[in-house]
């Protein structure tokens, strides 16, 4: 089932200071669909907000620094993954075609899981063009409505020594 190895498209070193912004706010990292696997059936009666993260700009513009600033939210999801498109190649894959099938592919991508359903999601079209701070509050208004654990998700003494990477993959060559 998971004996396929799809090789990253970008140098993996150019790309790991866009991962980790990521579990510095507590997002944990899933790199193979059997991560995938795992992490989706031990929290399916949790929320779980999974973040499709990418070298694009508007990833880097606006989608992190929304995840960041919405996870100071009062209320926030009980677990929260990131996988990174073109590098987690198989556990994007697995995740998109076992969760996400009725969804056409887009990074980056915000999706909230309710008991292993899909109860909530951003895409490419509702980030590209706005800032920061209304997809935060995108964000926020879901968690208000679907989660019932307590944020943030790291203390604001903390989440205000977050530097962002502010660079876009459009220059990080293809290996």
Do not use: H, W
Not at 50 to 72: E, K, M, W, Y
Not at 144 to 162: A, D, V
Request: net charge neutral; hydrophobic share 35%.
């Amino acid at each position: 089932m998971f004996n396929i190895k799809k090789q990253p498209l970008y140098d993996i070193d150019a790309v790991q200071p866009m991962r980790d912004e990521l579990p510095y706010v507590g997002f944990e990292a899933l790199r193979t669909g059997e991560a995938v696997v795992r992490a989706m059936e031990e929290y399916k009666d949790k929320s779980v907000f999974v973040f499709i993260n990418s070298v694009c700009g508007c990833a880097a513009g606006s989608a992190r620094p929304a995840v960041t600033l919405a996870l100071q939210n009062n209320l926030i999801p009980d677990k929260l993954f990131t996988v990174f498109a073109g590098q987690d190649r198989d556990a994007v894959d697995y995740l998109r075609n076992k969760y996400l099938s009725k969804v056409p592919p887009s990074s980056p991508s915000l999706f909230l899981f309710k008991n292993g359903e899909l109860i909530y999601g951003l895409q490419r079209l509702n980030i590209e063009g706005n800032d920061a701070d209304y997809i935060s509050e995108q964000l926020k208004e879901a968690f208000n409505k679907f989660c019932t654990n307590q944020g943030p998700s790291i203390p604001k003494e903390k989440f205000e020594k977050l530097e962002y990477y502010n660079g876009c993959g459009s220059k990080i060559p293809l290996n």
